[in-house]
């Protein structure tokens, strides 16, 4: 059963965090290219990933095809925690931007129970009525 991605908070809040880690990245280019100078496109490419995948996830009328994009969206959430972390760790981002990966676990757990509720609930096929003559 294909959903609305923009009634899900799941999706809502994987576009917020997007918008979140676009404004965190450009401003912490310089410090993010002195450290390695893939990283802010590679941060951008993940956490775009995340709200595209359940997006288009959440269009199918296939629930193991819309399980699949969890999956990959919560590859992509792996993703943008470790890269967080790490320019945490390297000091190009300051710890009180913490609060950003607490975001990217909580939508993982959000996603994770999309993924779970969709699998559970497969969709209703129509039972076909008396033949018309």
């Known amino acids: 059963m294909a959903h609305n ?5 799941v999706v809502r809040r994987a576009f ?4 979140t880690v676009h404004r965190l990245a450009d401003e912490y280019t310089a410090a993010m290219a002195r450290v390695s100078p893939g990283m802010r496109a590679q941060l951008l490419r993940a ?3 995340m709200a595209l995948n359940l ?3 959440a269009g199918c009328e296939s629930p193991t095809k819309t399980a699949t994009f969890c999956t990959t969206a919560i590859g992509s959430c792996n993703e943008v925690e470790l890269q967080l972390r790490l320019a945490s760790a390297l000091e190009v ?3 009180t931007k913490d609060y950003i990966t607490d975001e ?3 939508v993982r757990r959000l996603i994770y129970g999309f993924r779970k509720y969709v699998l ?7 039972t076909p009525g008396p033949a018309s003559q």
């Open 5 to 9: 991605p923009q009634k899900l908070e």
């Open 16 to 19: 917020a965090l997007a918008v």
């Open 47 to 49: 956490v775009d990933s």
């Open 55 to 57: 997006t288009e996830g």
């Open 93 to 95: 981002l300051p710890p």
């Open 104 to 106: 990217v676990i909580e």
């Open 120 to 126: 559970s609930h497969p969709p209703i096929t129509p």
